[in-house]
Every structure is written in C-alpha cells, then in structure tokens.
C-alpha cells in the first residue's frame, strides 16, 4: 500500500471520528436544553394558506366518575384553567387560551416540568373544537389519561386527572 493511500485513510478516519464525536455532543445538548424553535412572524404568512388538514383522531373517553362524586359523570364543559395537583409544582393553577400549551422539560415550554421521567417535549395540550385534547409527543414514559397511557391524541374532559411524569394535573372549568 502506498504511503500516499495510507495518508488519505488516516484523514479520511480521522474526519468519520470528529463527526461521530460533534453527533453525540449535538444529541447530548439538544437533550439537556432542548431545540431551537424558529418563530415566524404572522405578517410573512402567504395570503392563502393551504387548507387545513382533517382533524386528529381523538380517542373519545366513555363518561367518567370522579372518586367520592357518587357515580355522577364528570363536567365537560369547556375548561379555562389547568391545575397541577401533584408534583414539583402541586397548586399551580395556569389559565388556558386558545393557544396550544406544550408541555415538557424545554424552555420554550408552556408548562415546564423539571423531573427525570419527563422529555424535553413531552406533550401537547390543544383546543380542537370545544374540546382539550392532549396528544403525547413519542414521549420515553408515556402519558396517561385517567390512569391510561396513550398513543393517540385523547379528548380529555374536565376534572380528569392527567399524568405527565411525576406530575399530575387536570383542567377545571
């Protein structure tokens, strides 16, 4: 092998190593302080939009009862705040508008949860309709709805507890 070849090959393994290194730094920090979200501005919207897509399949809870109600189903009417009722943030009471709220260890997130069993975006709270429906965001541990994790986007009526990690919460009208 000449000693030219023998150069080349060692450039060229060298390079294939300082990827693999900057790769595994770049999913370290992406993990511990989450991505880069672009926002873009409303002005720079094209005129038309392309219409909107058809909803996400909710998966449709049966009428739940709340423990000590005596069997009465649980309100549906829309809700306007979502209380965290155990956790690191147990009482914390935050209003909701029409905005999505994300949910997750991320900065950028509306509801912060800073615990081991919680990814960077775990979560996403949305109104779709009239409705708040929660759809879990390939989360590692899962969220859970009424002590049922899912996997699809999940209408979540009010007054049912919601677990995200350590912490639970539910919406209250």
Known sequence: MSEL??????????????V???AVVYALRSDLFGGR?????????????????APPAVQSLPSLATPGSGGAAVSRGPASVLVITSGGK????????????MIGRASDAGLQIRDDYTSTHHARLLLWGS????????STNGTFV???????????????P??????????RG
């Open 131 to 138: 409705d708040w429906v929660i759809q879990d965001l390939d």
């Open 162 to 171: 919601v677990k995200v990690g350590a912490t639970t919460f539910e919406l």
């Open 37 to 53: 979200v672009r926002r873009v501005p409303q002005e720079s919207a094209p005129a038309a939009a392309a219409p909107v897509s």
């Open 146 to 160: 009424d002590g049922a994790r899912i996997d699809t986007p999940t209408q979540v009526p009010v007054g049912v």
């Open 5 to 18: 070849t023998l150069l080349v090959l060692r450039v060229a393994f060298l390079a294939l190593l300082w």
């Open 90 to 101: 147990a009482g914390l009471e935050i209003p909701l508008g029409a905005e999505p709220l």
């Open 20 to 22: 693999f290194v900057f």
